[in-house]
């Protein structure tokens, strides 16, 4: 018998995923969260590659776009950790829909501060500039919109410039968020999702 392009492993990740959602009843696996957060941003450090001017900048859009209320710890579920602003999250954002399959995709909001393992130490300013612009990441990867990229792509080259040269600047936190989960994974790590239902009718 043949299955055409799909390969085994495919096969095996849908038949598991068609188990898991068998009798499945997401009443049992969410709760109503109503998270409530006002985030600080914080203080970056001197760098010589960026003016204070440019640095400032940075910080006031950063809390403008609300970049931590995704990229802090806890932000998401309405208890952020203030010793973790814009380190990363260990509860990540579901993007394919967990009520109708008990194993949605998840990715987890990365680690903005510049430590070198589990940041972005390792990124320079085109770097974020071309996230944030287009999504692409530094190994050419498209991120998922969920990191709102697109409401991003008009943001001035000034405005990047020194959204980046405050991240760059912002004091390295160490701290590794959770891997990424395919559709059909089961995600060992806790998420949220916002969804968008339109009714049939
Ligand atoms: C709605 C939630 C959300 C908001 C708001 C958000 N992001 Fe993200 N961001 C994410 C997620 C989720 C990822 C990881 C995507 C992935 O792994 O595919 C990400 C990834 C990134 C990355 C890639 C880092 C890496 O190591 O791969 C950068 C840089 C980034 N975001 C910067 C920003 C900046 C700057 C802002 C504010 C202007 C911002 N993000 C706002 C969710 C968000």
Redesign the pocket.
Known sequence: MSFGRLSLTGLVSILTACAATENYNPLEDYEQLTPVTRLETPVARANSQFSEEEVNRGRY??GL???G???TNGALVGTPDNSQLLAGSDT??AYSNPLANRNPGV??????TPDMDT??GS?DVDD?IR??QTGV??HS?Q??P???WPS?ANISAEDSRA?AGY?LSLPPVRHDVPE?VRPGQRATAPFVHFGVYQSRE
């Open positions: 859009l950063v776009l609300g970049c209320s995704c990229h990540g954002i990715v987890y909001p990365s680690n903005l940041g972005i990124w974020i996230m944030l990441d530094r990867g991120t998922l969920v990191m709102p991003y959204i991240l990424n």
